[in-house]
């Protein structure tokens, strides 16, 4: 009898990806409908862009919520550290996120500049009232996101990943859908039937 073995998700390379999004018409940002057929002699489907302010928002808000990850996922685990009621040491935030104790200290140096923690001599790291503020938001935030993915029948391992990345980039408006979905029982995202 044969003995089946867990996989390991497969994640597409950026390459791949790339390939996808531009095979869609979507590198640039531009909506076709699915289906769509274009008579173009180069087999690019037609893009219609969207409206200049609202294409370079979605850009300027995918920034802002890059340099905001690194914060949050710092700060979110120190705040789970703290809450295990264990101290939040340098070495112990290396190993969770899986960088080196040199890359940890210079964020934490950031951190600190900047408000979100304080340092005391031979002890761990402790979020301010900011740190502890900012920490919170992502929390509710993730825990939104994880909970939608496993409604949608995610698995338990691809699902904490994808939290990761989507609780960053979700927009407010989105996650409140998200969670007045899951109050719905995920109702409102199945919609009328089509078969009236």
């Not at 996989?7 to 018409?25: K, N, T, Y």
């Not at 690194?70 to 809450?83: C, F, G, M």
């Not at 825990?143 to 989507?166: C, K, M, N, Q």
Request: glycine share 10%.
């Amino acid at each position: 009898m044969a003995t089946q073995t867990a996989q390991r998700p497969r994640f597409m390379s950026a390459v791949e990806i790339g390939g996808l999004i531009c095979d869609e018409g979507f590198m640039t940002g531009g909506i076709m409908k699915p289906g769509e057929q274009h008579d173009d002699p180069t087999g690019m489907p037609e893009v219609t862009l969207p409206d200049v302010d609202t294409q370079s928002e979605g850009f300027r808000l995918n920034r802002a919520a890059r340099r905001n990850a690194l914060i949050e996922d710092y700060v979110e685990l120190i705040a789970d550290l703290l809450a295990e009621g264990r101290e939040a040491r340098q070495v112990d935030i290396a190993t969770r996120l899986g960088v080196s104790q040199p890359t940890v200290a210079k964020m934490l140096t950031r951190l600190s500049n900047e408000g979100y923690v304080h340092r005391r001599p031979y002890r761990g790291v402790f979020l301010t009232g900011k740190g502890q503020s900012v920490a919170d938001e992502a929390k509710n935030r993730h825990r939104i996101v994880e909970s939608f993915l496993r409604a949608l029948g995610i698995s338990e391992e691809t699902l904490r990943v994808d939290a990761e990345g989507i609780e960053h980039y979700v927009s407010d408006e989105t996650l409140a859908a998200f969670d007045r979905a899951l109050a719905n029982g995920l109702g409102s995202l199945i919609g009328p039937s089509d078969t009236n």
